[in-house]
């Protein structure tokens, strides 16, 4: 179906809090460790993604979305454990987020990011993971719904925290950004919704420009969107 599209989308920004570093930052390392290290004490880590959604229409009908991840090593995991997405509320700043604070002067509601006011309590996404898991891009199938309203600008919050169910001698290694495997997000999507079925008795799906302007980029006909 020519109308249907898809888009890789990469992260902008990611990066890890943890929790026995309470101060430190770590916009700019190559691993996101999400679980708890089982090799000391409070060793909790979870992960922060940014993604630009903009170069998807904003009417255009999600189908499905997919986010991957690289493992890298399984190590520090003595259990298995699922891994839950949920869709952040704080305007972060990577370079200065730490397991205290999302900006320079702003507390988290609870330290780690996870309060109610800092984060949603539903996961969007969930992956099940063992301790043994192979190295290798992991898929975690994110709902539509929830994408749908974060490009419809009806959640206007680009910021996803990934996190373990339990948090205990769980921890697995993943590629950020800056390691050669990034974090990306897979989308299918229809351009725009299917209101206007036929133009001048050609079916819309048939129909590739009107008045000489490419139909992907035509905004409206006759004022309908």
Not at 79 to 107: A, P
Not at 166 to 171: I, P, S
Request: glycine share 6%.
């Amino acid at each position: 179906d020519r109308r249907m599209a898809n888009k890789t989308i990469y992260t902008i920004s990611d990066t890890r809090i943890q929790k026995n570093n309470p101060t430190t930052n770590y916009d700019t390392v190559v691993i996101l460790y999400i679980g708890a290290l089982n090799d000391g004490t409070d060793k909790i880590s979870r992960a922060l993604l940014k993604f630009n959604f903009s170069d998807i229409p904003s009417n255009a009908v999600i189908t499905k979305a997919e986010l991957y991840l690289y493992l890298s090593a399984n190590g520090y995991s003595s259990n298995n454990r699922t891994y839950r997405v949920y869709r952040q509320k704080r305007d972060i700043v990577y370079t200065k987020v730490t397991w205290q604070i999302y900006s320079s002067g702003n507390n988290w509601q609870t330290a780690g990011g996870f309060g109610s006011d800092d984060c949603e309590q539903t996961d969007i996404g969930a992956k099940a993971l063992t301790s043994s898991e192979s190295v290798g891009w992991k898929v975690l199938a994110i709902d539509n719904d929830s994408i749908q309203e974060i490009v419809s600008g009806t959640w206007g919050n680009y910021n996803l925290m990934i996190k373990a169910d339990t948090e205990l001698n769980d921890a697995l290694s993943f590629h950020t950004r800056e390691n050669t495997n990034p974090p990306y997000i897979y989308i299918e999507y229809e351009p725009r919704p299917p209101k206007i079925k036929t133009v001048n008795g050609v079916d819309i799906a048939k129909v590739k420009t009107i008045n000489g302007v490419d139909i992907n980029k035509v905004k409206s006909i006759w004022g309908i969107q």
